[in-house]
């Protein structure tokens, strides 16, 4: 019951994702969603959780919801960008997409039935719908902030599905990708900067004429 | 039928537009101001009917005609919904479809109405009124569906009788996202604030008011009334569907259904007090993410 209403409530912060307008409120969605992603690997866990298990969830919180969007925010203030969103595709257009992309994940969810059934049958297809809005949000998004957006909520993905099929993954592994991530949004948030100094935007449209 | 089932119509009648009033108050306490007083819908309603009605040499029957039938749509829609836990006078398989299509028959004949005067003005707040009930109805009727696979009903009243405390515990998720797509339906419908403010004249927001302001007298009290009992209906429908109050005595549960009722239209004048109107062009896409609420309900309860 409340694993489903996590659950939920990450499906909500997808959906917020694919309708927001403002690069601010999309980077505070995702520091909300990475919250919730720690709640979840709490609360996946039958019984009393474990160190590694609460180190894993505090440590993926912590910087999920703390330390990148304040990488992010200082990112873009850093490289002082507009506000707007300015997508490929319309926020009207992403969401229908993504009510679209909720129904087939959750089709296939049932294909894929967990090897022990466990957890609660959502959790497969909110771990494949973060992995579509992920892409979607890759490919429809002018600027690089956004995609470095994308490139969380698919990570978000990837964590959910991993939270569902295994038991308990080892430390070192969690603390290995985490550690991943960590270096790739730090190294995009410099890449940023860098593209907005040398061309005065982030827009990635624009990258595609360029010639050496 | 059981003569409690008629005690929502009647109150409908009798206090739907106390509704007004209530909202108008709660603003007026954010605002810091004393407000109208809380019967002032009743006094507008009392003099307009004793004014007599102009028409326009340009305007056919259908000008008259659309308050009249306005009205008439209307009170079919206060029987079809059910209050505090008591099955509504008329109900039976599908009556949810008929609801829609009693509101959709109102807004037709306020829309041709509009249209009738010839005003382009009237003409655009007809056109934005169609484009965004076209947006809100979609999420009206996925919301209800959710309800009726949750429920097993397809009539408005059996969902409301299956309501119980037990349904919020095991499907708490998927009731709160019906909720909330309700309201919005709820706010759009009735041109209330994100996506219409009541209190503007201005040509470029309005939506509803743009609609009746060649209207006057008795008619202009019609569409007062009528959007008074729309605001109840659609209230009602939330607080039927919603409230998990069932105490066994109808006179309690009516009472409980009454006090949420007010406490829909504070929630309303809180949110009029709180938010600026959307811009026009943002008002699609908080229609269609309520949509999308309710197809995830939908989903929810399909696996």
Redesign the interface.
């Known amino acids: 019951m409340t694993l489903d209403t996590i659950l939920i409530l990450v499906v909500l912060t997808n959906l917020r994702l694919l309708g927001a307008s403002r690069i601010g409120a999309s980077v505070r969605t995702v520091a909300v969603q990475g919250i919730l992603l720690g709640l979840l690997a709490l609360l996946a866990h039958h019984g009393e959780p474990s160190v590694s298990v609460w180190l894993v969830a505090v440590g993926g919180a912590v910087l999920k919801g703390v330390v990148f969007p304040w990488l992010l925010l200082r990112a873009l203030r850093s490289a002082d960008v507009e506000r707007e969103v300015e997508p490929f595709v319309g926020p009207i257009a992403s969401l229908l997409a993504g009510v679209a992309a909720l129904g087939v994940s959750l089709w296939l969810a049932q294909r894929l039935p967990l090897p022990d059934g466990a957890h609660s049958s959502v959790l497969v297809a909110v771990a494949l719908f973060s992995i579509l809005v992920g892409l979607f949000l890759i490919v429809a998004r002018k600027k690089a902030i956004s995609q470095v957006l994308g490139f969380l909520v698919m990570e978000n993905g990837i964590y959910t599905f991993g939270v569902a099929l295994v038991r308990e993954s080892p430390l070192l592994v969690e603390l290995g990708v985490m550690l991943d991530v960590f270096v790739a949004v730090f190294v995009m948030g410099i890449a940023l900067f860098h593209i907005s100094r040398e061309f005065d935007h982030i827009d990635t449209h624009e990258l595609t004429t360029l010639k050496d | 039928m059981q003569a409690t089932s008629l005690i929502q119509p009647v109150l409908a009648l009798v206090l739907s537009p106390l509704m007004f009033g209530v909202i108008n108050r709660t603003k007026a306490w954010f605002a810091g101001r004393r407000g109208p007083p809380v019967l002032q819908a009743y006094y507008d309603l009392s003099k307009l009917l004793r004014k007599g009605a102009v028409y326009s040499r340009t305007t056919t029957w259908v000008f008259r005609a659309g308050p009249i039938v306005g009205l008439a749509a209307v009170l079919v829609a206060t029987v079809l919904v059910p209050l505090g836990g008591e099955p509504a006078p008329l109900a039976f398989t599908g009556d949810l479809i008929l609801l829609a299509c009693v509101l959709g028959l109102m807004r037709f004949f306020t829309v041709t109405a509009a249209l009738d005067t010839g005003s382009s003005f009237e003409g655009m707040g007809a056109s934005r009124e169609v484009t965004f009930s076209a947006l809100a109805e979609p999420a009206l009727l996925l919301g209800l569906a959710a309800m009726a696979r949750l429920t097993g009903s397809l009539s408005l009243s059996g969902m409301s009788t299956a309501m119980a405390l037990e349904t919020w ?2 499907a ?2 998927v009731l709160a ?1 019906v909720t909330a797509a309700l309201m919005v339906v709820l706010l759009a419908e009735n041109a209330r604030l994100p996506v219409d403010d009541p209190n503007t004249h201005l040509e470029l927001t309005m939506i509803h008011e743009v609609m009746a302001l060649d209207h006057c007298g008795p008619d202009l009290a019609f569409i007062l009334y009528g959007a008074a009992l729309k605001l109840w209906v659609l209230a009602a429908l939330l607080v039927g569907l919603m409230l998990p109050v069932r105490t066994g005595n109808a006179w309690l549960d009516i009472g409980a259904g009454l006090g949420a009722m007010f406490a829909v239209a504070v929630a309303v004048g809180v949110v009029e007090s709180s938010m600026a109107r959307l811009r026009l062009l ?1 008002v ?2 908080l229609l ?2 309520a ?3 309710a ?2 309900a939908l ?2 309860t ?2």
Request: aromatic share 0%; proline share 11%.
């Open positions: 515990r095991q708490g998720p996202l943002r699609p896409q269609v993410g949509g999308a609420l197809a995830l989903i929810l399909l696996k």
